[in-house]
């Protein structure tokens, strides 16, 4: 797997310097910036973590969609951040405080999710049958560990349990 190098982290924290000083001029104040790390694993792209004024970002999702997760990804993320640190706690994830800032400060459409492939950073990497024909389910490592422990997990059409096939290769 490829790691993000030091100049890719470096754009990254040049893209959020960037959100937070059109923050800064719209708003007329100064925000504390945030950690960063890049140790977000599975289907999501980002997270942020307004109580710790922390980034979470999925790095196998960046390298795969660089210019996209640099403007939409980071955009939407420090986004939580900016509302978080003008509104407070009580306001909704994607509310109306978040989508102005995403359209009328950042110039970004308000979406809630990414469309990213993300078969390469899946974190459902054990697949399973039932007796449904042709159907496989992918089970985190999580649920796989627990059903070799012997939780049993059933397909929620035939009512099946579900039998390990494979794990599937990063």
Not at 55 to 60: E, G, P, T
Not at 102 to 111: D, G, I, K, R
Not at 139 to 163: D, F, M, W
């Amino acid at each position: 797997m490829f790691q993000p190098s030091s100049s890719d982290i470096s754009t990254i924290e040049l893209r959020v310097g960037e959100l937070y000083c059109q923050a800064e001029r719209h708003f007329l104040k100064r925000f504390p910036r945030p950690t960063i790390t890049m140790n977000l694993r599975g289907e999501t792209a980002g997270q942020a973590w307004t109580e710790k004024n922390l980034l979470r970002l999925n790095k196998q999702l960046f390298l795969e969609n660089r210019e996209h997760f640099l403007e939409h990804t980071i955009g939407h993320e420090v986004a939580h951040l900016v509302a978080h640190q003008l509104f407070g706690r009580n306001i909704r994830p994607h509310g109306k405080e978040w989508q102005f800032i995403m359209e009328q400060v950042f110039h970004l459409p308000a979406n809630r999710t990414h469309s990213y492939n993300t078969q390469n950073a899946s974190k459902r990497p054990f697949l399973y049958s039932c007796s449904c024909e042709g159907k496989t389910i992918p089970l985190s490592t999580i649920r796989h560990n627990r059903a070799v422990k012997g939780t049993v997990y059933l397909c929620a059409q035939c009512r099946e349990p579900l039998t390990f096939v494979e794990q599937i290769s990063a």
